[in-house]
């Protein structure tokens, strides 16, 4: 049981890391949050179209809910001139409070709530099987897994784009790229990662995966392929040490994962900012 709570974390957290790096990129990290909450009415829309809580179609509904709040957000900023910041937290507010009212309204005898879908507990993560061939696996596996695949492989194929995309959006769109297609792609991504890992870590703990590694990656490098690896280390590490500070003190695993991830990054701040202190001396 110990190691599949270890590797479900991981496998939240890696996907969140390499994304988290292109947010940071994009200063983009508070829409990040925001999809975080805003793809609760795709959810129970999708549990409400299906009759199911099928993870699969959850991930669906909470995909295009992702991507439509991107789009709200860019319009308001892009055609009414909202300041970009104001916008996020329009939209993610509206459409979170609606994502409240419809599982108040149509889901409130059935367990799908607000609690869950925001805190989760990875330790129940065990208790949840199902058997593929002769094996059993947490539920909550096969569609990281997936979500993983999917991540990394669009990352990797496409990374001259998103890079382009990313450091130079108008140089892109002056040579013919459709920055905005690449935009709401990278939406799109973080949406599934979200949702995947709604019932098995929660919200709170894929924001922390989507901003702490990455700007902890962002003090020791700032070329992007190393800044990804990095970030990558540094989630596999909180994952670990968030684990023995959970065991050690009895406390939420979750809780103690984020808590690992800030450790790690104030450490990288403190040497970062030493750095830079001693080179001011000695100039």
Same mark, same amino acid.
């Given at each position: 049981?110990?190691?599949?709570?270890?590797?479900?974390?991981?496998?939240?957290?890696?996907?969140? $890391?390499? +994304?988290?790096?292109?947010?940071?990129?994009?200063?983009?990290?508070? +829409?990040?949050?925001?999809? $975080?909450?805003? %793809?609760?009415?795709?959810?129970? *829309?999708?549990?409400? %179209?299906?009759?199911?809580?099928?993870?699969?179609?959850?991930?669906? @509904?909470?995909?295009?809910?992702?991507? =439509?709040?991107?789009?709200?957000?860019?319009? +308001?900023?892009? !055609?009414?001139?909202?300041?970009?910041?104001?916008? *996020?937290?329009?939209?993610?507010?509206?459409?979170?409070?609606? @994502?409240?009212? =419809?599982?108040?309204?149509?889901?409130?005898?059935?367990?799908?709530?607000?609690?869950?879908?925001?805190?989760?507990?990875? %330790?129940?993560?065990?208790?949840?099987?199902?058997?593929?061939?002769?094996?059993?696996?947490?539920?909550?596996?096969?569609?990281?897994?997936?979500?993983?695949?999917?991540?990394?492989?669009?990352?990797?194929?496409?990374?001259?784009?998103?890079?382009?995309?990313?450091?130079?959006?108008?140089?892109?769109?002056?040579?013919?790229?459709?920055?905005?297609?690449?935009?709401?792609?990278?939406?799109? +991504?973080?949406?599934?990662?979200?949702?995947?890992?709604?019932?098995?870590?929660?919200? *709170? =703990?894929?924001?922390?995966?989507?901003?702490?590694?990455?700007?902890?990656?962002?003090?020791?490098?700032?070329?992007?392929?190393?800044?990804?690896?990095?970030?990558?280390?540094?989630?596999?590490?909180?994952?670990?040490?968030?684990?023995?500070?959970?065991?050690?003190?009895?406390? $939420?695993?979750?809780? $103690?994962?984020?808590?690992?991830?800030? *450790?790690?990054?104030?450490?990288?701040?403190?040497?970062?900012?030493?750095?830079?202190?001693?080179? !001011?001396?000695?100039?």
């Amino acid at each position: 049981m110990k190691y599949e709570i270890i590797l479900t974390a991981i496998l939240v957290a890696l996907p969140c $890391s390499m +994304l988290g790096c292109f947010l940071i990129l994009r200063k983009m990290v508070m +829409l990040g949050d925001a999809i $975080s909450h805003a %793809v609760l009415p795709g959810i129970v *829309i999708a549990y409400l %179209v299906f009759d199911s809580r099928d993870p699969w179609m959850m991930l669906w @509904g909470a995909g295009c809910t992702g991507v =439509l709040t991107t789009l709200c957000i860019e319009i +308001l900023h892009k !055609r009414f001139n909202v300041q970009e910041d104001a916008a *996020i937290g329009v939209v993610f507010t509206f459409l979170f409070a609606l @994502g409240v009212i =419809l599982i108040s309204v149509f889901a409130h005898n059935i367990d799908l709530d607000q609690d869950c879908v925001l805190y989760g507990e990875i %330790v129940y993560v065990p208790l949840h099987r199902m058997d593929i061939g002769v094996l059993s696996v947490p539920v909550a596996l096969p569609p990281l897994i997936l979500v993983n695949a999917i991540v990394f492989f669009i990352l990797i194929v496409f990374y001259p784009y998103f890079k382009l995309s990313t450091f130079d959006s108008a140089f892109a769109a002056g040579v013919g790229m459709s920055v905005g297609l690449w935009n709401y792609v990278l939406m799109s +991504l973080v949406s599934f990662t979200t949702v995947a890992a709604f019932e098995s870590v929660g919200a *709170i =703990l894929v924001i922390a995966f989507l901003v702490v590694p990455a700007a902890s990656a962002y003090l020791w490098s700032k070329q992007l392929k190393t800044m990804c690896l990095l970030s990558l280390g540094f989630a596999i590490a909180s994952v670990c040490i968030g684990y023995m500070i959970a065991q050690q003190w009895d406390v $939420s695993i979750s809780a $103690s994962i984020a808590m690992g991830s800030g *450790i790690l990054f104030g450490i990288s701040f403190v040497i970062h900012t030493s750095g830079k202190v001693i080179v !001011r001396n000695k100039q």
